[in-house]
């Protein structure tokens, strides 16, 4: 069998580093005489990977010593629910930067526990590019400010992280769901008092959440907010105050390493950089495609396309997969194509597709 070059939006492509190495210990892991998935979760074995797991992440992302790394479940939806009843507090009031679909969602799901302000909004524009700073305008006294600074769906990315001392407010922490571009560029953690992402896209299998917290935002939980997604209750109990997502964050661990030996965020950064100008290089010279997003805040996670003449759809589609391309249809609220190219999409892969996209523009022009 003859692996295919995967561009799903997630779950998505991993390693295969890493998906061998996972093979070669599915029935024994290191001698244990068991498998990942039938250990227990507290037993010295687990808990060595879920340390190690949480220690090369921390590396990775320089997470400073006053964060939390909590390995939890619910993917980024539940978060959008499980944040405000951790975060809103008294006030009940927290700020939205809305920038597509995801964000979008998070803010109505706040809806349902506080009073939620749009900051700023790039709706008027179809969603294709992110508001300055200067355009923010937050409330007297928000919890937080929730960002999403890569948009999965829409493809477009935060050019900035979000610096809220630049505008005066440095008093209010900074969420930001980073599922579809954590570990794919360096990022200031201490910018932010929250990172979350679902691991399914650049990390490892769906089940994972990973969550990125400040001590100080700990322990401010609304009474309703079930135990099990009270983050003081999560750091307090190592992740492990109900079964963690054992093999998920086995995998992802293996990931973590395989990063570390890219060359860590840097290392993988430029290999993300050269990938994505080589596909918005030929996206902008061939006029058979067309992208639509404002070029200052396009994703290099995740790149959608159109072709001019959309009839010609369903053959682009097939057409790909007998090339070996899969999963290149654009989300259903959208359109066109999506390219999703994390970090285990090597150059190659690209590759493929633009000359895919050459030979059938060449074709049907």
Not at 235 to 246: F, L
Not at 249 to 260: D, H, M, R, S, T
Not at 262 to 288: H, M, R, S, T, W
């Amino acid at each position: 069998m003859t692996r295919v070059w995967n561009f799903a939006a997630g779950p998505a492509a991993l390693p295969a580093e890493v998906l061998q190495q996972a093979a070669e210990e599915m029935l024994d892991w290191r001698g244990a005489g068991v498998g990942v998935m039938e250990m227990s979760h507290r037993s010295k074995e687990f808990v060595s990977i879920a340390e190690q797991a949480e220690a090369d992440l921390r590396e990775l992302m320089a997470i400073p010593a006053n964060y939390r790394v909590l390995f939890m479940q619910g993917g980024a939806i539940a978060e959008n629910a499980i944040i405000p009843m951790n975060l809103m507090g008294e006030e009940k009031r927290a700020d939205y930067v809305v920038t597509g679909s995801w964000s979008v969602k998070s803010q109505k799901e706040a809806r349902k526990y506080g009073e939620v302000n749009i900051a700023a909004t790039s709706e008027a524009s179809g969603y294709t590019t992110v508001p300055p700073m200067s355009e923010w305008k937050l409330s007297a006294r928000p919890s937080y400010l929730f960002t999403c600074t890569n948009e999965t769906i829409g493809g477009v990315e935060y050019p900035f992280e979000p610096d809220l001392a630049r505008i005066g407010r440095a008093e209010v922490p900074v969420v930001a769901d980073v599922s579809s571009h954590i570990l794919s560029r360096p990022f200031d953690v201490t910018k932010y008092g929250l990172l979350f992402g679902g691991a399914q896209k650049n990390i490892g299998p769906a089940g994972l959440t990973i969550v990125i917290v400040r001590d100080d935002l700990l322990g401010r939980a609304a009474p309703f907010c079930p135990t099990a997604f009270d983050y003081r209750t999560v750091a307090d109990n190592g992740s492990m105050y109900n079964t963690p997502p054992t093999y998920a964050i086995y995998i992802a661990g293996l990931v973590f390493q395989w990063l570390k030996r890219k060359g860590g965020v840097a290392g993988i950064e430029a290999q993300n950089i050269a990938k994505a100008e080589l596909l918005y290089g030929f996206l902008d010279d061939c006029p058979f495609y067309e992208n639509r997003i404002d070029p200052a805040c396009r994703s290099r996670m995740n790149v959608p396309f159109f072709l001019k003449d959309e009839s010609l759809n369903d053959r682009f589609l097939a057409g790909a997969k007998d090339a070996g391309l899969v999963q290149l249809k654009g989300h259903k609220s959208v359109g066109g194509m999506r390219a999703s190219i994390y970090n285990a999409m090597p150059l190659e892969g690209v590759q493929a597709l633009v000359d895919y996209m050459r030979d059938f523009a060449l074709r049907h022009g």
